[in-house]
């Protein structure tokens, strides 16, 4: 496993930054990284690297990051390394399993930049409407209120356990559509 850490400061607060992990699946080197610079760099990086292990995978410098790949989970798993699936961006699994973070932020190395990280962070804080559509844009939102015959009791909203695409102009579409 490759450990790499970056003394550098970045301006402002990053949210999440101690509460948030980036899982990257790879096959390549992460050049594309640079582009993301701005939004992932006060954040820690778990690489997952598919493929042949004995290849030397390129990470930018100035990233904080773990590298894994599969002799590194064959050692840390022993006989359950099986259960990583190989050959797909899916050895990102790993990365779940090692991470000890609230939150997890994956992304495939091949994105191109948008700032959907803050995005999905906004999202992830914001309660959901359970059952219920409320016809205001953000019912959560300081101030806001609610339509007529909305429950009361779903007013709080639940937890938002994922926030998932802001695929643009490339839909990623499931196997049936």
């Known amino acids: 496993m490759a450990k790499e850490s ?6 402002g ?11 990257i699946p790879t096959i390549r080197n992460l050049d ?13 990086l778990i690489i997952v690297q598919d ?6 995978i390129r990470v930018p410098e ?15 798993l022993g006989p359950k390394a099986a259960c990583i699936s190989f050959k797909d961006s899916a050895c990102r699994c790993f990365g779940y399993m090692v ?10 190395d091949d994105c191109f930049e948008i700032n959907a990280l803050e995005q999905h962070i906004k ?14 844009y953000d019912p959560y939102c300081d101030g806001a209120d ?14 938002t356990a994922v926030s998932h695409g802001f695929w643009l102009n490339i839909p990623d579409y499931d196997a049936p559509t």
Do not use: C
């Not at 493929?51 to 030397?56: F, H, N």
């Not at 999202?123 to 205001?136: G, I, K, V, Y």
């Open 123 to 136: 999202n992830l804080l914001t309660p959901s409407t359970p059952h219920f559509f409320n016809t205001l």
């Open 13 to 23: 607060t990053p949210l999440l930054k101690d509460e948030l992990d980036i899982v």
């Open 62 to 76: 100035g990233f904080d990051y773990e590298l894994y790949n599969r002799d590194d989970i064959n050692r840390i």
């Open 6 to 11: 970056s003394s550098k400061s970045v301006p």
């Open 99 to 108: 991470s000890k973070k609230k939150y997890i932020y994956t992304i495939d």
């Open 51 to 56: 493929g042949d292990p004995s290849r030397t």
């Open 32 to 44: 594309f990284l640079e582009m993301w610079r701005p939004f992932f760099q006060p954040y820690h």
């Open 146 to 159: 609610f339509v007529r015959g909305y429950p009361f009791s779903l007013r709080e909203g639940a937890p």
